[in-house]
């Protein structure tokens, strides 16, 4: 029998949405593409993405949330009216349905971002929506023993945010969060081939080259990628080469960043669960975890143990699937409900 409830990622650079039954059925950017001239909706996420940089002056490609908040209600509304469509199928049986929607959100959001994404929610068709804490849903998702009387470590390392929280019998001991995540490694390394190239890269060129060749420590191999972008010299294209080893310096302050927001929730943390810390480890999760040798990194750092989820760019959205699943188990851990009928 089909299931009509939904788990959402609602994430800065990417939204992944999971459908009770069936796994996740979404997994596309949190870009939106429309005409500014008649407001009209073109894309949203894969093809709106690739418009980015790419369109005339009347269309504009948009990310509507920004550090893992709804930045444009209105764009994200739509944004998310269109995910939940996707994910309910085609057929005539299920075009009024309407489900239930699990959120992940960063922990550090205000009671009024809160209402924004719920408001956002119920807008886009919800029949009722929760919320829950990005990084508890990333441990749910990893499958750690958040249940029990032990101190589970999680760093979830999105778009826009870096969650970390120490999680105990179900609730969260210690957390903190940075605004320095995946997005900001993008835009150091844009900075980095801008101020020592002089040549003008897009978002898009920058993700590229961390995926391919960034690293959170030096490489021991040298590698190099051809990059293309605009020369600020006199404005016409240019290719040239990068090497790994200008990518690892353009994000050692990013890197170095998360690493601080790891040490200072460990600082905070009581010591019996400091002790289960050394013992069980640190999970990363989310697509910044997938940086080269950041697990390398933070445990050098640490001096803890570091291991990246297996399934960390999805760990946040199969946990609000699981809670879905297993309300009655995680209900304490939904922090925000609303229906529709208010």
């Not at 039954?21 to 009209?40: L, W, Y």
């Not at 269309?59 to 009216?81: C, E, H, N, T, Y």
């Not at 441990?139 to 999680?154: D, Q, R, T, W």
């Amino acid at each position: 029998m089909w299931n009509r409830d939904i788990g959402v990622d609602l994430g800065t650079a990417n939204s992944l949405v999971y459908s009770k039954g069936r796994g996740i059925v979404i997994q596309e950017p949190s870009v939106v593409a429309f005409n500014k001239d008649s407001n009209q909706i073109l894309a949203v996420g894969e093809e709106a993405k690739l418009m980015i940089g790419r369109t005339p002056g009347n269309i504009v490609a948009v990310r509507p949330l920004k550090d893992g908040v709804i930045a444009d209600f209105d764009i994200a509304r739509v944004m998310l009216q269109s995910f939940i469509k996707k994910s309910m199928g085609s057929g005539r049986k299920y075009r009024w349905a309407k489900p239930r929607v699990v959120v992940g959100i960063p922990s550090s959001i205000t009671n009024v971002e809160k209402k924004a994404i719920i408001d956002a929610v119920i807008q886009a068709g919800g029949k009722e929506a929760f919320l829950i804490e990005e990084p508890v849903a990333a441990a749910i998702g990893a499958k750690l023993p958040i249940i029990e009387p032990i101190g589970n470590m999680i760093v979830d390392v999105g778009g826009g945010t870096t969650d970390v929280a120490v999680i105990s019998l179900g609730g969260i001991v210690v957390n903190n969060s940075s605004k320095t995540a995946g997005n900001e490694m993008d835009e150091a390394i844009a900075r980095y081939i801008k101020n020592k190239h002089n040549l003008l890269i897009g978002e898009r060129t920058a993700e590229d080259i961390k995926v391919k060749i960034g690293s959170a420590v030096a490489l021991e191999e040298e590698v190099t990628l051809s990059v293309s972008g605009r020369d600020l010299a006199n404005g016409l294209p240019k290719t040239i080469t990068i090497e790994g080893a200008e990518c690892y310096l353009a994000l050692q302050d990013a890197v170095g960043q998360i690493a601080d927001v790891v040490k200072q929730t460990i600082e905070n943390c009581p010591p019996e669960l400091v002790s289960d810390i050394l013992e069980h480890g640190i999970v990363l999760a989310g697509g910044g975890a997938l940086l080269k040798d950041l697990d390398v990194m933070l445990a050098e750092e640490t001096g803890v143990p570091v291991m990246v989820a297996d399934n960390a760019l999805t760990a946040v959205v199969e946990g609000t699937g699981l809670a879905l699943e297993e309300l009655e188990l995680y209900k304490d851990m939904l922090r925000d409900r609303r229906s529709e009928s208010g």
